[in-house]
DNA sequence: TTTAGCACTCACTGCTTTTGAGTGCTAAAA
DNA sequence: TTTTAGCACTCAAAAGCAGTGAGTGCTAAA
């Protein structure tokens, strides 16, 4: 269909544009009339009538009813999307924003995503969502223990990424001393580092098991809170912020169209294995069924992935109308994710995880 | 105003028990002739009119415009919920239900709030929401710290309460071995103990970079994380689950209402408040504008904190139209919260803070 | 004090009419 | 061959309007 896309004429191309661009701002079918008004073209009414017959039955509009105007259809957006668009210079203040805002939530990465999904959605006015990918190819980096009493200790395990996870954790083993659980620190260490989940196998087990003799037991605790935190803790986690916005939009004044796009933002699988199954690196834009997300019919997402040494920790976007102010969005995402890569990248304080505990 | 309540006959309190059930159930004005046929009452609706004109006069009933039926004000409904209600008998099947899937998400607290909420949410029907309260009186319990390589290292707090935090750090001290991090936290563990962010004081400071001798510049590292730690992290947070489910109820397809109400769901900090001021230990009913949250007019809130040895760990709640199965609202959440609440002091393991890095 | 009866109110429904934005088509102009 | 002007046609949405009925308040009788 990309090949139809080379057969438009530079006025066909002119009159889609104007006619997205007119119904982005104004939501309601676009007629001829209009757009010989509001646009500086050199020809007719009728001319653009004629152009708009043969843009529709090329299958870039839509009419919803025969004497309406004309609408974008999905291949209208896509087309608009790659090719049409002018990006949208961000002004100096928003940048100042952007730079505000993200350094007062300056932390983890997790706060940071969250916050500039807020932004992004106050400053293009649909909904944000800030997503963490389900990270599974992570091994176990490093392993210490607190002792706190004579049944108490923490487990602090530290990933391949340098995450650090933590766990609290009660144990039956007679008298528990500092010496114990240093032990076990010693004895994780010495045969887990570097280990997947998968590469935890029974004869390390019980090698681990036979090291720590009368205490053995502290190893099979372990093993299982170190099993869970690479498995469990770092599935994928979608944050949605300024849902409220969406109702400004009359295509969501229709109520099932509202609660179906609010019931796939509540499930969160289907946006986020759409967003884990993008490859590349760069804003990806979603329009309506181009997905296998039935819902999104009427709407679109946004969304890119932020990115740092070639693994991707997170993805900011936003969700809206299908007829979005593409250009905004697009600018919008990509200078916050820069200024996120960069905060990343130049502060080597904030890289790592922090965590705390119960969150 | 409470005084008034006496002042109802059992008739009146009858007839307007029925009007809250029959409007509960149907959401639309109940007028007398159906109260009459669906509810037993030795009286005709002659006399059911006059009662009603009465309870009208007397404020709990409204009437939407002259020729509706009436509907339960916001007094009425606090009649009901107070005195009239039959607590409802949570079926064993829905008990099982509860037990089944917050054992699944055991874990940390916060994964247990949010299981919970969304349970809640799906077994009354309305939107859930999960609280966790900030927490401001937190002083320190013990560091250690993991050293990583030449010039980054972890530090780990636990808190008073056992939740574990920890952060990555980077620092410009010439050599960083795992002495100098040990030594750290023997230094950290000496004086900062048991203190809380007020009491760290610039002599205590002091006097550890002294002990500290050469590396001191890890002190004011550790200072600040540990100072940010004991303040930001445990904010109060909230969460919000089900959000779709609103839009069944008629009352919202006005869409300014629902904006409104998703607006303030958005902002959390009305909510968050109004859950943080309530003092006791049991469910609390905030119905329509009761609270200074202006914008809930039309909708009613319930919640019950979530408590362990006199602590309040948390909350959870629903949030839906005034007309709200109250019954069943009221018995599921304390069933919910017997559970959490069980979980939590039975299982010692899960009592403390798992925490894992980025989240 | 309760009830039956009756006039009255008013949202809601279904119907027709009007309106007007927008089209497609044809024939003239470029 | 392409563009334009003109005109008839379409059809959703708005406006107007009568009829319906659930529900009330009030009065007078039980």
Redesign the interface.
């Known amino acids: 269909m990309s090949s139809e896309n080379r057969g438009l004429t530079e006025r066909k191309k002119q009159i889609l544009k104007a006619i997205v661009d007119a119904h982005i701002e104004g939501g309601e079918p676009v007629g001829s009339k209009y757009i010989l008004q509001n646009r500086q073209l050199n020809c007719s009414s009728a001319t653009i009538r004629n152009e708009m017959a043969e843009l529709e039955d090329m299958g870039y509009l839509e009419q919803p009813h025969a004497s309406a105007g004309r609408v974008p259809s999905e291949l209208g957006y896509r087309f608009y999307v790659d090719s049409l668009i002018e990006r949208y210079a961000m002004t100096t203040n928003e940048i100042a924003q952007i730079n505000a805002l993200l350094k007062a939530k300056m932390?983890?990465?997790?706060q940071i995503l969250l916050a500039a999904s807020n932004l992004a959605s106050s400053m293009t006015n649909y909904t944000g969502i800030a997503i963490?990918p389900k990270i599974n190819s992570v091994s176990i980096?490093?392993f210490?223990t607190?002792f706190?009493e004579p049944d108490?200790y923490?487990l602090?395990a530290?990933?391949s990424?340098?995450?650090?996870?933590?766990?609290?954790?009660?144990t039956d083993v007679p008298i528990l001393t500092q010496n114990s659980v240093a032990k076990l620190a010693r004895v994780l260490n010495l045969y887990m580092t570097g280990l997947s989940a998968e590469q935890i196998t029974l004869p390390i087990i019980m090698k681990m098991e036979a090291d720590m003799g009368s205490e053995s037991a502290l190893v099979s605790d372990a093993i299982k809170v170190v099993y869970?935190?690479l498995n469990?803790?770092?599935s994928g986690?979608m944050r949605v912020?300024?849902?409220?916005r969406l109702?400004?939009y009359p295509e969501y004044?229709d109520?099932s169209q509202?609660?179906a796009l609010?019931?796939t933002?509540?499930k969160k699988e289907d946006i986020l294995n759409l967003v884990s199954q993008s490859e590349n690196e760069d804003i990806s834009v979603v329009i309506g069924s181009e997905s296998q997300v039935k819902v999104m019919n009427n709407s679109a997402l946004v969304f890119k992935p932020i990115v740092k040494d070639g693994k991707t920790l997170g993805a900011i976007g936003v969700i809206g109308p299908r007829r979005m102010d593409y250009a905004k969005v697009l600018a919008t995402l990509e200078g916050l994710s820069g200024n996120i890569e960069n905060m990343i990248h130049s502060n080597?304080?904030l890289?790592?995880?922090?965590?705390?505990?119960?969150?």
């Open positions: 932390g983890e990465l997790d963490k980096g490093k210490d607190i706190l108490h923490i602090v530290v990933d990424e340098n995450n650090v996870k933590s766990k609290h954790l009660h869970d935190l469990e803790s770092d986690e912020s300024g849902i409220d109702l400004q004044s109520v509202l609660q609010l019931g933002l509540e080597k304080q890289n790592g995880g922090e965590s705390d505990g119960g969150k």
